[in-house]
């Protein structure tokens, strides 16, 4: 071009290019354009109404502090209130918990949010290194079904309407790419932006970026100065996808647009029609005879966990 | 390992491993095992019975010639008869189409099957490369058109039951990894191992390398010492899907049978849920009012493109 491009808004000279739009922005435009998508995503999905109390989960990562920034920012306007919940996850190496919780602390009090620490150690009797240490199952697989649980658990207990993460439209795309490659249909259909509750008084989950890139949240972030994690779990590199990952940039660096174009697609054509034929194929859902969350057999697989784990520690 | 692998057959030197199946085989039973598959695939989509003619497209490439050295070695264990066809499309680079004629004439002569050379400029009265030059459209786009009207032309005016190509479970895994991401539904439910005749008179297309990995079909192809055109096709370096094809050949590396799941997926469950939903929105076949070939508008694609380029080369 040779020509520096400037903002769509105001011609100020532009600092980031969203390209699916060719539209480009200086930072205050690329903020308040970033913030617009977010809240059409809310709306769009019915994710939260006037009113309405969300828990924000945030682990101290770029992804997670960036979503209490937004959805903060979006809560006036909007009419909900939002606080924040650090899951402390007993995870040593590089002090990974301990920077979590103070990172994410940090950014509460700075939005000036509630900022809840749960320690999974003092909640449940054992800590995902134990877990690790115990349990022949990767650590990432152990971490999301401890998360998954200690999350809807705080926030059935606080009364919350809503329980939001910080998925993204990448791991989104990831997550149908591997579905579609080995088929697991169950698995496919319940990815979707918002899961509604799936017994009475517990938070429906939301995902507000649902349909943002990560490149535009790092952007988001970064322009706001966020004080994010930069270093990621030491378990993390036990994760396989990076060359989903390395595809699906391909994909989009080519094809602007496309992850979403694919996210899209799934929700309006493919995701209906798979649950049309899988009819009432769907598991029934019950509360755990334990802990009374919502289980597909007797007792949820996280009580079933931890009673492993207490067992082989010697705390059971 | 540090042994060399025996053939779990007949315990002679190993040469190759199937590695979904962990099957190390010596060229011999490599080659029974590739054809009891082929069989396996015919059977099970009903691709062809006893009695029935069947017409192979053959290009001279490796995979065309490895089919036609499967279906004539199967055709009288299962009763059917095979000619094969060969379009000469008028691709003067490289010489591309004289040396694809001379391949396939080759095969065939010493395969004792009957070989059929239909010119494209001669039947239509105009070549690919003509095509190419007068319409603003990707040559492979332009070509797939034109082949596929030129090979059911032929294989109808010939009353042959069924036309095969040598469409390979990559080729089938890429273009569904294509569809998921760019979601064209109707492109997608029309990827099948068989496609009936839409109209009364015209052979059913099939693919007996539905289920077949290109790997395999190489190694079948130079167990044989089949003499395949080796350069590929002048205007290919316009296709621009080969990351598409590192991508899944890592999938396939990582993750032995990703390919067959990820196309077994579709045929069991994504496509039949799709087809449901579609329900009647399928666009209606008639006749072309000029060839009366299917078209799902009054001129077919074909003779729109041939009156178009037949005027721009003042022929008509």
């Known amino acids: ?58 682990s101290g990562g770029k992804d997670s502090l960036a979503l209490l920034h937004a959805l903060k920012s979006l809560s006036g306007p909007m009419g909900f209130e939002v606080s924040a919940v650090t899951l402390d996850l007993g995870i040593e190496g590089n002090s990974y918990s301990k920077l979590s919780v103070e990172t994410a602390s940090r950014a509460a009090k700075a939005l000036g949010v509630e900022h809840i620490v749960v320690s999974i150690g003092d909640r449940y009797g054992f800590t995902l290194d134990e877990a690790v240490r115990v349990v022949r199952r990767p650590p990432c697989s152990l971490c999301g079904l401890i998360k998954r649980y200690a999350l809807t658990d705080v926030a059935r207990e606080l009364g919350f309407d809503a329980l939001a993460t910080g998925h993204t439209l990448d791991d989104v795309a990831r997550f149908l790419l591997s579905s ?116 597909s057999g007797e007792v949820c697989a996280f009580c079933r966990l931890r009673e492993r784990v207490l067992r082989a520690l010697g705390k059971a």
């Open 1 to 58: 071009m040779g020509r520096a491009r400037r903002c769509r808004f105001c011609h100020r000279p532009a600092e980031v290019v969203v390209r699916q739009a060719n539209l480009p922005l200086c930072r205050e435009h690329f903020i308040s354009w970033f913030e617009r998508r977010v809240e059409r995503t809310i709306r769009r999905y019915r994710m939260l109404g006037p009113g309405e109390r969300v828990l924000v989960a945030v």
């Open 180 to 295: 579609y490659i080995f088929t697991s249909i169950r698995e496919l259909v319940r990815q979707t932006p918002v899961v509604p509750p799936k017994l009475p008084g517990l938070p429906r989950l939301i995902k507000p970026f649902y349909e943002s890139l990560e490149e535009h949240i790092r952007a988001y972030a970064d322009f706001l100065g966020l004080n994010y994690m930069q270093d990621g779990c030491p378990y993390a590199r036990t994760a396989p996808t990076d060359y989903f990952r390395a595809f699906l940039d391909e994909v989009e660096a080519r094809s602007p647009g496309a992850k979403h174009t694919m996210v899209r697609g799934y929700i309006k054509h493919i995701r209906p029609a798979l649950l049309a034929s899988l009819g009432n194929k769907i598991e029934p859902i019950r509360p755990c005879s334990k802990c009374g969350l919502p289980s």
